[in-house]
Structures are given as structure tokens and as C-alpha cells.
């Protein structure tokens, strides 16, 4: 996994990520934490799904700009997004974190590698 930084209007936002890039990587995601400490960013992805996750996670949709297409928040274990078409990646949070970064629809997110 490789690291990443988020930024909304050129301020970090105050969390660590990790990419998964990989098949394996982004196939066990965050299933299987007690907490959601990191935020992770999936590549290459339209919807997703909560099954074998203990906690509740919130979730924004990026378009190739990296713009917010969609955002679902406290998404809860054991559901499925539905597939958003315009998406091509997914930034996983703690839940909380979408009302906390007050991210928006239609908001640019900056991904650096770190």
C-alpha cells in the first residue's frame, strides 16, 4: 500500500491514507478493523461493499478529476453502495469524517503520494 495526502482548497486534511492499488489490496480494504484509524483510497473503483467490516465508515466517490460524484456517510456493515458510473476511485474515512472535512458534492480533492 502506498501512502497518500488528501487536501480540500490546498489544506490537508488531518488524516492518514493509504492506496490500495493492488487486487489483494483493495479486496480486504478495511474488512475486518475494530476502528478506522486510516482512510484509504481504492483505485479503480465504482461501488463498493461493507460485508466482514465491524464498523460503520463513511465513503466519497471521485470522478477521474478527482472530483466528489457521490458521498455516503455512516455506511454501516454488511451493505452495498450502489455503482456510480461517473466514479473511478473511492475514499474510505472513519465515519464522521465527511460532516468533520465538511466535504461537499462537486468538491476537488487533492491526491499527493507521500
Known sequence: MRRVEIKKNGKKLDIDCDEAHKFFERFLGLMGKQEIKKGLVITKCKSIHTCF?????????????????????????????????????????????IKRFNIKRGDQLDIHYV
Open 53 to 97: 467490516m465491524k464498523v460503520s465508515m463513511d465513503a466519497v466517490f471521485l470522478n477521474t478529476k478527482n472530483e466528489v460524484v457521490k458521498m455516503l456517510e455512516k455506511m454501516k456493515p454488511w451493505r452495498f453502495s450502489g455503482y456510480y458510473f461517473k466514479a473511478s476511485k473511492v475514499l474510505e474515512l472513519p465515519a464522521g469524517s
